[in-house]
């Protein structure tokens, strides 16, 4: 069955930068969408980024102007740039796929800790 990686996460201080990986096993070009996901530390998991086949994206307001989305189709691909990190942005980062007709993602990867910690 389909699988979703992410790599990148670690330990950075404020204001630094990290950019999450994900690689799936088919071509992500059969995900309507791909996004990441974060559960802070006593939160509800949230949509952090998300990025169509179309090429539109969407960003929770937390990540506008820090956070950056994109997709390789050629390597199954999709990444996150984050810039300006602050402890809020300390979570476990979830890989997801939608599926076409679907209104929410069904697809989850194991996930990747980010610590912005001095």
């Known amino acids: 069955q389909t699988q979703l990686v992410e790599s990148g996460g670690g330990l950075v201080q404020p204001g630094g930068s990290l950019r999450l990986s994900c690689e799936a096993s088919?071509?992500?070009?059969?995900?309507?969408?791909m996004g990441w996901f974060r559960q802070p530390p006593g939160k509800q998991r949230e949509l952090v980024a998300e990025?169509?086949?179309?090429?539109?994206?969407n960003y929770a307001d937390s990540a506008k102007g820090r956070f950056t989305i994109s997709r390789d189709d050629a390597k199954n691909t999709i990444s996150l740039q984050m810039y300006s990190l602050n402890p809020e942005d300390t979570s476990v980062y979830y890989c997801?796929?939608?599926?076409?007709?679907?209104?929410?993602?069904?697809?989850w990867g194991r996930g990747t800790q980010v610590t912005v910690s001095s």
């Open positions: 997801a796929g939608r599926r076409p007709g679907r209104s929410a993602y069904e697809k």
């Open positions: 088919e071509n992500i070009f059969n995900f309507l969408g």
């Open positions: 990025i169509f086949r179309s090429g539109r994206t």
